[in-house]
């Protein structure tokens, strides 16, 4: 059975297993791929929650299966995602990328979010996209993992520290926590490019959010940064689980 209530205005979330499973999320990627035409090549990337491989794969066989190339980026950042748009892979550019995240919602959930051509694919892109989803719910996909793994972390980083050598050295100390989601897949090896002075909190990626729930939007999430803020720092950043 598939749940319409996963397709929402701006990506397609739902509880693994219950609602994000292996018929669910083969037909997520193969009615994507025939809605972009086919043939064309798109990137996934995937959050830090345990489910979220598992996920990758369910989507990439959905992709294989409507005859689309796969590019997988691993473990990485949303916005890392994004940047997989504009980037050149030996000749390969991409057509569409899937980020596999559960965002700051608890860790039994997780989600898509999808970019066409460059650019969002959301509102009524999305709810026909379900609707497809709902008529090919009887059609049968088969497992094919197939897939070319990519780097897209390394042009991110060197595109990022270019674009704000003005503040190498910068003379403050900053505290960072990313709440065990995955900004650390990129953020200090940002500040060490940059000769930053850093504290960090809970830079190990790992779904269950031994610490805190990466959600900074929640005052109770903030209690350790502020106080290492409060003790020896000048500026604080804290990160969602996929920012």
Not at 24 to 37: A, D, E, M, P, R
Not at 96 to 112: D, K, L, R, V, W
Not at 210 to 222: C, F
């Amino acid at each position: 059975m598939i749940h319409k209530s996963i397709f929402r205005e701006y990506d397609i979330r739902g509880i693994f297993e219950k609602e994000l499973n292996e018929q669910s999320v083969k037909l997520i990627g193969y009615c994507l791929g025939q809605k972009i035409g086919g043939k064309k090549v798109v990137s996934i990337g995937y959050d830090a929650r345990s489910h979220s491989p598992i996920l990758r794969d369910y989507l990439t066989s959905g992709l294989n299966a409507a005859g689309c190339k796969v590019l997988d980026m691993g473990m990485v950042a949303t916005p890392v995602n994004y940047y997989s748009n504009y980037i050149d892979f030996d000749g390969t550019t991409t057509d569409a990328s899937i980020m596999i995240t559960g965002s700051h919602n608890p860790s039994e959930y997780n989600g898509f979010k999808i970019t066409v051509d460059k650019s969002p694919f959301f509102g009524a892109d999305i709810y026909a996209l379900g609707d497809e989803i709902v008529s090919n719910q009887n059609r049968v996909i088969e497992d094919n993992t197939t897939k070319r793994d990519i780097d897209v972390k390394t042009p991110y980083i060197d595109f990022m520290v270019k674009e704000f050598t003005h503040l190498k050295g910068l003379k403050k100390k900053l505290v960072i926590d990313a709440g065990n989601g995955v900004a650390d897949t990129v953020i200090t090896k940002i500040f060490d490019a940059l000769e930053l002075d850093y504290e960090g909190l809970y830079l190990e990626p790992d779904g269950t959010f031994p610490n805190h729930h990466p959600d900074p939007s929640v005052e109770k999430n903030l209690t350790d940064v502020k106080a290492a803020l409060a003790k020896n720092g000048d500026i604080a950043f804290a990160y969602d689980g996929d920012a």
